[in-house]
């Protein structure tokens, strides 16, 4: 492959990983919950992440969200109001970008004929997804739940700071309100 056609597949390559980080949160939540009546909550790990670190990162997060929504940590489940409970997946995806040198019209688009080559490059990674579910203690009823997704890079640092970045997101317009 020539020099040309590398650097273009590797273009191609990264314009397609970059989508694939792009962060994904969403939130849904019961719409007849009286939320005046949550203002403390007790938090554990439902599901581990990969490691003890992970794990205390996880609930530094959602701690600071909820902390600056209003909301109280308490040391027990039967103190609070709400129980939050963390889960962490991790799953592994791939992509694949197909490159077409010679041949047609420059490689790109219809291949009106002649001859070319493909080739075909197969990139993995891993997704994250991190689900914060919120019941009331007493009825056991789930009140809130937020999901987000994101790209698992090998640098912790940027890993961590995508983890409270979701969580902001997650808990911005938290406690919800039926107009929301």
């Known amino acids: 492959m020539s020099f040309r056609a590398q650097l273009a ?3 191609l390559a990264l314009g397609v990983a970059g989508p694939l980080s792009a962060q994904k949160v969403s939130t849904d939540w019961d719409h007849s919950a009286k939320w005046s009546n949550y203002n403390s909550y007790y938090i554990e790990i439902q599901k581990s992440f990969a490691t003890q670190l992970g794990n205390q990162r996880g609930i530094a997060a959602v701690d600071s969200a909820l902390q600056s ?3 109280k940590k308490v040391p027990t489940l039967d103190a609070a109001s709400a129980a939050v409970l963390l889960n962490a997946v991790a799953q592994k995806d791939e992509t694949s970008t197909t490159m077409y040198t010679g041949g047609g019209y420059g490689g790109w688009g219809y291949r009106g004929g002649g001859t ?3 080739t075909t490059s197969t990139s993995q990674y891993t997704v994250g997804t991190l689900v ?3 019941f009331d203690v007493k009825t056991k009823q789930l009140l809130f739940r937020g999901q987000a997704q994101e ?3 090998s640098d912790s640092e940027k890993n961590t700071k995508n ?6 997101k997650m808990f911005k317009d ?3 309100t039926a107009d929301k």
């Open 69 to 71: 929504r209003g909301w």
């Open 163 to 168: 983890l409270y970045k979701a969580t902001a």
């Open 116 to 118: 070319g080559m493909a």
């Open 132 to 134: 914060v579910d919120i």
């Open 9 to 11: 597949s590797l273009a």
């Open 174 to 176: 938290f406690p919800p």
């Open 151 to 153: 790209t698992v890079s």
